[in-house]
């Protein structure tokens, strides 16, 4: 089964940091590109980050640049998102999944849940 | 990257067709045909059912159809039924290299 495995999450204060992790499993992990995605508290779907399979094609959306380092290992199947000065406005449940061909995104993990409060 | 506008929410009766817009600008639905649509019932994560504008992945219904115009790209769903009822995103490609997603837009059945 063709699956992705969100983990890392969990209640930190505004300016710590986090490190999210994603498992794939049931498919070649090398060629794929990897988005994380995430959707704040009853809201809508926000794209945050890429890393593509050959490592050379990385970026984010603005709301995360500079704060925010996605990076993988091909030999262990994982990609990883490093959350630094986090702040309030990043609660949300964060999604990674693989992209089959420009934003044709399946299958996604079930998410993590990263709160951010004091 | 401001986000794609979609209407808030869209209603029909089961049957009934129902069509939600997705509108862009030149740098993300203008320059490329690579809009996907996804659907996100709640608590669950969300489901690619449209990609390249109007491509529908194995398995999804051909009740769901896509269309684009312009900087405008649009999903209708012909014959409504209740499982349909759920959140739906769009989502492009841009200039940028980068990703922007619609608002979201709530089906009621």
């Known amino acids: 089964e063709v699956q992705l495995v969100e983990s890392g999450g969990g209640l930190v204060q505004p300016g710590e940091s986090l490190r999210l992790s994603c498992v794939a499993s049931g498919f070649t992990f090398t060629p794929y590109t990897i988005n994380w995605v995430r959707q704040a508290p009853g809201k809508g779907l926000e794209w945050i980050s890429y890393?593509?399979?050959?490592?050379?094609?990385?970026f984010y959306s603005d709301s995360v640049k500079g704060r925010f380092t996605v990076s993988r290992d091909n030999a262990e199947n994982s990609v990883y998102l490093q959350m630094d000065s986090l702040r309030v406005e990043d609660t949300a449940v964060y999604y990674c999944?693989?992209?089959?061909?420009?934003?044709?995104?399946?299958?996604w993990g079930q998410g993590t849940l990263v709160t951010v409060s004091s | 990257q401001s986000a794609l506008t979609q209407p808030a929410s869209v209603s029909g009766s089961p049957g009934q067709s129902i069509t939600i817009s997705c509108t862009g600008t030149?740098?993300?639905?203008?320059?490329?045909?690579?809009v996907s649509w996804f659907q996100q019932h709640p608590g669950e994560a969300p489901k690619l059912i449209m990609s390249d504008v109007s491509v529908r992945p194995s398995g999804v219904s051909n009740r769901f159809s896509g269309s684009s115009s312009g900087t405008t790209a649009s999903l209708t769903i012909s014959g409504l039924q209740a499982e349909d009822e759920a959140d739906y995103y769009c989502?492009?490609?841009?200039?940028?290299?980068?990703?922007?997603f619609g608002g979201g837009t709530k089906v009621t059945v």
């Open positions: 890393i593509s399979g050959d490592y050379r094609r990385i």
């Open positions: 999944t693989r992209d089959m061909s420009y934003i044709k995104f399946e299958p």
């Open positions: 989502a492009s490609y841009t200039s940028f290299r980068t990703v922007v």
């Open positions: 030149s740098s993300d639905i203008g320059a490329y045909n690579y």
